[in-house]
């Protein structure tokens, strides 16, 4: 069975940095497109960032361009999210998703697969 899970998950102060990691099992994600998402309270979930398959097109939401960096390490974990200049914000759930090979999409309905989520809280 095909699993993601997300760690690195955590409490920092606004300004702060964290890194999540995003674990593959049960499958050959290499070629997949990767996304980031978030689910603050009451809100809908929201796109954060992806990746294509061999790393050469990543992109981000404008709210955390220049902030947040997506990468990816297919012989290991197969995404990263570096979060830097961290805000209250940004304060939610983050969710690792892989999309099937083809074109980077910020639609959360286009991606088959979810991890369970990693809470990221960020005081000020």
């Known amino acids: 069975q095909v699993q993601l899970v997300e760690s690195g998950g955590g409490w920092v102060q606004a300004g702060g940095s964290l890194r999540l990691s995003c674990a593959a099992s049960?499958?050959?994600?290499?070629?997949?497109?990767m996304g980031w998402f978030r689910q603050a309270p009451g809100k809908e979930r929201e796109f954060v960032a992806a990746?294509?398959?061999?790393?050469?097109?990543?992109y981000s939401a404008d709210s955390v361009k220049g902030r947040f960096t997506i990468s990816r390490d297919n012989a290991k974990n197969p995404v990263y999210l570096q979060m830097n200049s961290l805000k209250p914000g940004d304060t939610a759930v983050y969710y690792c998703?892989?999309?099937?090979?083809?074109?980077?999409?910020?639609?959360?309905?286009?991606?088959?697969?979810w991890g369970q989520g990693t809470q990221v809280t960020v005081s000020s």
């Open positions: 998703a892989a999309a099937r090979p083809g074109r980077l999409t910020t639609l959360a309905h286009e991606y088959d697969t």
């Open positions: 049960g499958g050959d994600f290499s070629r997949y497109v």
């Open positions: 990746i294509s398959g061999h790393g050469i097109i990543p």
